[in-house]
């Protein structure tokens, strides 16, 4: 399972709604990202707008096509657009800047000493 970290920029103006949107995601749109093969996914939003996601996934751009070919992911992605900036009109699921790991502390590193 590879480990994946993104960012985007959710508008200042917006923060609350969009904060709210996430305590409600819709069901259907959590079995979609489940089944597309998202686990362990979590969205951290700074009081700023800075959006960070960690996502864990076999192939986060198989993970991301199959998601895409879902109607409900295209109704959410249809709602969540005009809560970002930077995206040049794109979804927010293809708008994604991703960073690279550069450090990562396993629970065998802790265990081993």
């Given at each position: 399972?590879?480990?994946?970290c993104f ?19 819709w069901?259907d ?6 089944d ?23 192939d986060?751009e ?9 109607e409900v992911?295209t109704?959410?992605?249809?709602q ?20 690279p ?13």
């Open positions: 399972m590879n480990r994946y960012c985007l920029q959710v508008r200042p103006d917006r923060l609350d709604e969009y904060a709210e949107r996430h305590r409600n995601v069901p749109m959590q079995a979609a990202l489940r597309s093969g998202w686990h362990n996914y979590s969205l951290f939003l700074r009081d700023d707008g800075l959006l960070i996601g960690y996502v864990e996934s076999a986060l198989a993970a991301q096509k199959a998601m895409a070919a879902t992911n109704r959410w992605q249809a969540m657009t005009d809560f970002f900036t930077g995206t040049d009109g794109r979804p927010p699921d293809e708008s994604f800047l991703l960073l790991e550069i450090f990562h502390l396993t629970a065998l590193d802790i265990e081993g000493d």
